[in-house]
């Protein structure tokens, strides 16, 4: 069923859902150079609340700037738009994506002529991936190289190597799947971070072609904080998913999700098997009481 809720900010101004895009020339529609966010609000105690909104809006500002956007608002602007469509939409919990993309104008590249427009969504979407743990497969799709592109900013055009991804594995019987970078390290699943835990030490894959998930960063913060764990950072080679005893994938829509098996490229598979005081179900218990206001001392996370 398709989403849809009532309201769309667009440029200021609130709209009815229908109206958000309106001309299939569109320069962003034709080559890509869309900038966007992926942010959750959670049904606290105290009110709906939305998770690290300011370091979402900093990142889409730090993803515009990529293409020279020059933006007409300040990132409170943007707060204060996000906070406004949940409440006008009446929503308790759900997804808010704000996108800055190039109007229409010249067909040429340079995208500069096009004036720029703002558009910000919510809708109401549960669990994105399973509360179950799930099998993944490392497919042959590379991450794009950061030397190519900025992989540290959230651009449409760069979720079309995605895109290709998830049709190499739809239907081969694994819920998700998990990109090399071009070096033929473990990266990332194209909207999740990961990290993989072997007796009390915690590795993830340092900042390269992968995006600095805000998830990520929670979570590195978590286990220092709650389980004094110093998360290692560093290039993790494909062959080490064997030597593993748990995995979990990181992001803003699934939260922290838990890794079952991982079928390499070679078809060996590796199945984890977890405790019920695993470190896996115990930070993704810590990461969700944070998310929706159940730990006092992460109420500032919260906006
Ligand atoms: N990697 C990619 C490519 C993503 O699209 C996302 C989702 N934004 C993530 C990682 C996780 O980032 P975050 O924790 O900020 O949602």
Known sequence: MPIETKYIWRNWEIVNWDMAIDHNLIHTLHYGGWVFEWIRFYDTPNWPKIF???????????SAKLFE???SFTSQNLMDACVDLVVRNWINSGYIRPIIYFWYSKMWLYPKWAKLEIVISVWNWGTYLSDNPIKVMI????????????MWAKVCGYYANSIVASLETHGKGFDEWLLLDTD????EWPGENIF?????QIVTPKLWSILPGITRATVIQLLKDKFWIIVEERNINPNEIFDFDEAFFTGTAAEVTIIWSIQDQNWKIINYNYEQDSISYMIKKVYLDVVKGNNQDYLGRLY
Do not use: P
Not at 52 to 62: A, Q
Not at 196 to 200: D, Q
């Open 52 to 62: 690290r909104l300011k370091e979402h809006i900093d990142r889409l500002f730090y």
């Open 69 to 71: 956007m020059e933006l």
């Open 139 to 150: 497919c042959k799709i590379r991450r794009l190289d950061r030397r190519s592109a900025d």
């Open 184 to 187: 033929w390290n473990i990266a």
């Open 196 to 200: 993989f835990v072997k007796g009390k």
